[in-house]
T-cell receptor
Framework: QQQVKQSPQSLIVQKGGIPIINCAYE??????FPWYQQFPGKGPALLIA?????SEKKEGRFTISFNKSAKQFSLHIMDSQPGDSATYFC????????????FGAGTILRVKS | DAGVIQSPRHEVTEMGQEVTLRCKPI?????LFWYRQTMMRGLELLIY????????DSGMPEDRFSAKMPNASFSTLKIQPSEPRDSAVYFC????????????FGSGTQLSVL
C-alpha cells in the first residue's frame, strides 16, 4: 500500500529522444506526486509535481501524465539533452501517514550526445 | 541561501565505532527529514521532525540509530555501534512547514563502515 513501483531501472536514449519513466501505486489516499532529479554527488531536487485531479502538467521540457483510474503516472522529457542525464525518482505523499513522501526505486537516465 | 548543509561529506569508520552525522536546515524551515539511500532499498525515510520535535521515527532501523534536533538550526543522526550494513548515503532535507510539498535536500554524507 505504501509502495511506489518505478520502471525502468535504467534508460539510455539519444539526444533529442523522449525518455519515459513510469510509476504505479496502490494507495488511493496519495494526494501529491512529485518527481525528483538527482545528479551524482548531490541530493535529489524537486523537478515537477502533480495532483490527482489533473491529468497532465508541463514545465518546460518535462511533462507528467497522470492516470488516476489506472493508478499510474509517468515523466516524459521532451528533446532530451546530455545534461538531463541523472537519476529520477517518482514519489507519492499520503496524508494518512503524516504527509510522508514515499519514493520509487529510481531510474538512471543517460542521454547520449 | 546556502541550502541544507550536511557534514561530513564522507565518513569512513570501522565497525563498532560511533558515527555522528550533522545537518543544518535552511533558515526558517521548521520540518527536517533524515533519509538513507542505498542501491538495494533506494531512498528510505528514517525520521522526521517538526518544530524540533520528532514526529515519526518508524523508519529508524534499530536502537543503534538515534536522532536529535536540539534547536531549529541543527540536527544530528548518530549510529552506535556502527556496522558494515549501515554503509549508505545519508541525506538530510528540510521544508518550510509540516506537510509542505517541496523538500530541499543536502548533498548527503557518504558513510562507509569497514
Amino acid at each position: 500500500q505504501q509502495q511506489v513501483k518505478q520502471s525502468p531501472q535504467s534508460l539510455i536514449v539519444q539526444k533529442g529522444g523522449i525518455p519515459i519513466i513510469n510509476c504505479a501505486y496502490e494507495n488511493t489516499a496519495f494526494d501529491y506526486f512529485p518527481w525528483y532529479q538527482q545528479f551524482p554527488g548531490k541530493g535529489p531536487a524537486l523537478l515537477i509535481a502533480i495532483r490527482p485531479d489533473v491529468s497532465e502538467k508541463k514545465e518546460g521540457r518535462f511533462t507528467i501524465s497522470f492516470n488516476k483510474s489506472a493508478k499510474q503516472f509517468s515523466l516524459h522529457i521532451m528533446d532530451s539533452q546530455p545534461g538531463d542525464s541523472a537519476t529520477y525518482f517518482c514519489a507519492a505523499r499520503s496524508p494518512e501517514y503524516g504527509n510522508k513522501l514515499v519514493f520509487g526505486a529510481g531510474t538512471i537516465l543517460r542521454v547520449k550526445s | 541561501d546556502a541550502g541544507v548543509i550536511q557534514s561530513p561529506r564522507h565518513e569512513v569508520t570501522e565497525m563498532g565505532q560511533e558515527v555522528t552525522l550533522r545537518c543544518k536546515p535552511i533558515s526558517g524551515h521548521n520540518s527536517l527529514f533524515w533519509y538513507r539511500q542505498t542501491m538495494m532499498r533506494g531512498l528510505e525515510l528514517l525520521i522526521y521532525f517538526n518544530n524540533n520535535v520528532p514526529i515519526d521515527d518508524s523508519g529508524m532501523p534499530e536502537d543503534r540509530f538515534s536522532a536529535k534536533m536540539p534547536n531549529a538550526s541543527f540536527s544530528t543522526l548518530k549510529i552506535q555501534p556502527s556496522e558494515p550494513r549501515d554503509s549508505a548515503v545519508y541525506f538530510c532535507a528540510s521544508s518550510s512547514r509540516q506537510g509542505s510539498e517541496k523538500l530541499f535536500f543536502g548533498s548527503g554524507t557518504q558513510l562507509s563502515v569497514l
